[in-house]
């Protein structure tokens, strides 16, 4: 059976706070050549009709 891990980014906190996108789309691409896929991204500050938040959960499949 496959077995995966998870990582969570949030954007509102640490190396992503403010959210540039060109800084995210770079870090998650070079996590895409780790392994890791992403499997779910949630706005979590949303005010103003503008997203401020984004909380990004990654997973990929553990070595056996």
Not at 20 to 38: A, K, P, S, Y
Request: hydrophobic share 40%; glycine share 10%; no cysteine.
């Amino acid at each position: 059976m496959k077995q995966f891990e998870y990582r969570l980014l949030d954007t509102v906190s640490g190396f992503f706070s403010g959210i540039d996108f060109q800084e995210l789309t770079n870090h998650l691409n070079g996590m895409g050549r780790e392994g890791w896929e992403v499997v779910s991204v949630v706005d979590t500050i949303f005010t103003s009709n503008r997203t401020r938040g984004l909380l990004i959960t990654l997973k990929r499949e553990l070595s056996s």
